[in-house]
């Protein structure tokens, strides 16, 4: 069986291998080495650095795939933001519209009964009467309006977690970008 010829990877002693080996130990320093053969080319290369080349592909492979996932994560967290958004301004569109209805009938009955009230009681239209009708279908319906309080809605804690998770989303694509950004070695 033929001999080949070469120097360790690490201290450069001179070495004799058989051609079928694959992994050895360096017989003057303890390097742990692999034959690498290509294009009818030997030489050897130091264990750790092969599975420092191999540990830095997989690195990459992962952050590549992190960040698909958390593009994902952020897609969803963003959309759930503006879902508790949405409800919020709707609860509150709502409880408005409720408010400015409760407002509007008191103004609709004093505007309408008013004037048959001002007939019973005077039987005339007198400038004092007809103020005072007028004051009532304004200040009326403003107390009833005022009277009415809106719930509270209060989505600051939601807010604040989601806005917390989306800057930790966004802290892991820093991280996984920096990954692929840097140099191959």
Not at 31 to 58: F, Y
Not at 79 to 93: C, G, N, W
Not at 104 to 117: R, S
């Amino acid at each position: 069986m033929p001999l080949l010829k070469l120097s360790c990877a690490s201290c450069s002693a001179p070495l004799e291998i058989s051609e079928d080996l694959e992994r050895f130990a360096c017989g003057y320093c303890g390097t742990q080495q692999i034959v690498k053969r290509a294009g009818g080319a030997v030489w050897l290369k130091k264990i750790e650095t092969a599975v420092r080349d191999v540990q830095k592909g997989t690195d990459r492979t992962a952050a590549e795939l992190a960040l698909v996932r958390l593009e994902r994560e952020l897609e969803e967290a963003q959309e759930a933001r503006a879902t508790l958004v949405r409800e919020a301004d709707s609860k509150r569109a709502m409880a408005n519209a409720g408010r400015l209805l409760h407002g509007l009938v008191p103004f609709v009955a004093v505007f309408l009964i008013g004037p048959f009230i001002i007939i019973l009681l005077n039987e005339t239209f007198s400038v004092l009467s007809v103020l005072v009708w007028l004051a009532a279908c304004v200040g009326v319906p403003v107390l009833a309006f005022r009277s009415i309080k809106l719930p509270p809605i209060d989505i600051q804690p939601s807010l604040a977690e989601i806005d917390a998770r989306i800057a930790q989303i966004h802290e892991r694509m820093e991280m996984n970008r920096a990954i692929l950004d840097a140099p191959p070695a």
